[in-house]
């Protein structure tokens, strides 16, 4: 029997950093309801989806009710009866309901709420697990993690310019023991900061420290320090990823690192990120450059490309055309997957295919903006990608999803990435 939606209900509910969202409950056919809650970004993309917001001076316009009442008022009716488990055949017709460019009437905010909501309804109708009932013909995978620790740029109040230091911990033979020793590292950097005298502006938007810090190289420093102190070798088995979100700190063509007292021209920060990833075990480097600077793109690519991770996320915003035409131009090798940034659950699979078809890799990334809801989990283990960006380890926002994670390695026994991620090269 085939199962189709009878209704569709969305309220209003709040996100990790107190602004309001989506929570979006879905019930098909044979009775089975499930739901689903959208997350929101801080540090966003001009070329994303467009979150719906309220406006006015209700939780400073970003209230969701147009968002709610369109799930309620427009796509419940609209949807009923549709067949549930054709999942591309639905998120179209929300985006044909929608009818712009950039799912602005609707928002997309509502329209990945229900697509996610049905997803999850579908598979709790079969009695699989969910990673299982969205993988299909895919091989599903336990990511390797990608671990906030330390925080700049809109994550913690611009205490530095570059947004994020993270770790990736690839030299382990489980999820299990890849967290372990993030803690690890993560509480021995806090030791670091405290040692220093380092004043802490607190816990950022993720999870990760904020020090206050005199540059942004020390970040790395503190970082290489920590994961050498903590008794794991820095490079073999934990290297650093860094999110540049260069597109914050960037105005009339060059990047302003004021902190620093200095600023930089796009050569200027390609010969600078290129030392670093001499000096530091820097293996991945997202948003290097500006959001649309497409010439200058393929030259850092060519640069550091060949043995380093270049992640589009402002960049690219998980859009298949974007995605396309960074293939073509040879304009990164990677792309950071944010399921809101596109606005639909098919077309984050288009883009997640298609940059694994290419070669390139992929990062199924959370947003500062998170919920409990650990469906991004699920979603990085169904796609293999290979590789999840969370969080840190604190906060149980970001929690859900490891502890999703820890769950399918556990209960379902799936492979782990470790040690297989093709840019590590030492």
Known sequence: MTLTIRQLRALEILDSRGNPTLAVEAQLSDGTTAPAQVPSGASTGRHEAVELRDGGTRYAGKGVRKAVANVNDILSGALE???????????????????????????????????????????RAHKVPLWQSLAGAR??????????????????????????????????????????????????????????????????????????LSTNEEALQLLTEAIGSTGFRPGEQVSIAIDV???????????????????????????????????????????????????????????????????????????????????QQRAANSVLVKMNQIGSLSETFEVLDEALAAGWTAVVSARSGETEDSFLADLAVASA???????????????????????????????????????ISR
């Open 385 to 423: 990608c290979g590789q999840i960006k969370i969080g840190s380890v604190t906060r149980s926002e970001r929690l859900a999803k490891y502890n999703r994670l820890l769950e399918i390695e556990a209960r379902w026994r799936l492979p782990y990435t470790g040690g297989k991620l093709r840019f």
């Open 245 to 327: 979100a260069s597109s914050h700190f960037f105005s009339e063509g060059e990047y302003h690192l004021k902190t620093e007292g200095r600023s930089l021209t796009a050569a200027g920060m390609i010969a600078l990120l290129r030392d670093w990833c001499v000096r530091y075990p820097v293996v991945s480097l997202e948003d290097p450059l500006h959001e649309d600077d497409w010439g200058n793109w393929p030259e850092l690519t060519a640069a550091l490309g060949g043995v380093r991770q270049i992640i589009g996320d402002d960049f690219l915003t998980t859009n298949p055309a974007r995605l396309r035409q960074a293939i």
């Open 139 to 212: 091989t599903a995978a336990l990511p390797v993690p990608m671990i906030n620790i330390l925080s700049g740029g809109w994550h913690a109040g611009h205490n530095i310019e570059f947004q994020d230091f993270l770790i990736i911990p690839h030299g382990f033979d489980s999820l299990a023991e890849a967290l372990e020793a993030s803690v690890a590292i993560h509480r021995q950097v806090f030791l670091l900061c405290r040692d220093r005298g380092l004043t802490l502006t607190g816990v950022a938007d993720e999870g990760g420290w904020g020090p206050l």
């Open 81 to 123: 009866g549709a067949d549930a488990e054709d999942r591309a055949a639905l998120d179209r017709k929300m985006i044909e309901l929608d009818g712009t460019s950039n799912k602005s009437r609707l928002g997309a905010n509502a329209i990945l709420g229900v697509s996610c909501a049905v997803a999850r309804a579908v598979a």
